[in-house]
């Protein structure tokens, strides 16, 4: 079922971005048995907003829904998750748009293990990646800007 955050937000030069009243991303993160932590992307498909990328599992907010809301929704459609699974842990904007009310949140949650995953069409794989493994894949470019602070926030490890 679509949601009424299914569309395109404009910048003021024109520039679009997905989800009418912003979107939001879940950044999983799991112990590995190493004592490291993963957390889960997606390879988008070919045919989504810049697919090919590695991104976190998210998508546009419906008007109704707060970011952490949205990102476990999304989650839970992209990825199979079971919501009870997640622990939120923090929600940090990552990106704002001049002239547009438009945002991504960045959700970061915790998850006791490392949880079988099964991607839906807007993904070609999902994946646990160790954290010092995430800036070496082909990033999507709104994720590859955000990784470094996110680190450097100290939220990851």
Request: zero cysteines.
């Amino acid at each position: 079922m679509r949601g009424d955050g299914d569309g395109w937000a404009f910048s003021d030069t024109g520039t679009r971005y997905w989800g009418r009243h912003g979107a939001a991303g879940l950044l999983l993160r799991a112990p590995q048995h190493d004592g490291n932590r993963a957390v889960l992307l997606q390879h988008r498909a070919w045919w989504s907003h810049q697919g090919g990328t590695w991104a976190l599992p998210g998508g546009a907010r419906d008007s109704h829904e707060t970011p952490e809301q949205a990102a476990v929704r999304e989650a839970q459609e992209e990825t199979g998750l079971a919501p009870d699974r997640i622990v939120i842990q923090a929600a940090v904007v990552t990106a704002t748009v001049s002239g547009a009310t438009w945002t991504y949140t960045t959700v970061i949650a915790d998850t006791d293990e490392l949880l079988p995953v099964t991607p839906n069409r807007e993904s070609t794989e999902l994946r646990w990646v160790a954290e010092d493994e995430v800036a070496g894949l082909r990033l999507h470019p709104g994720f590859a800007a955000s990784w470094p602070d996110l680190r450097g926030f100290g939220l990851l490890g």
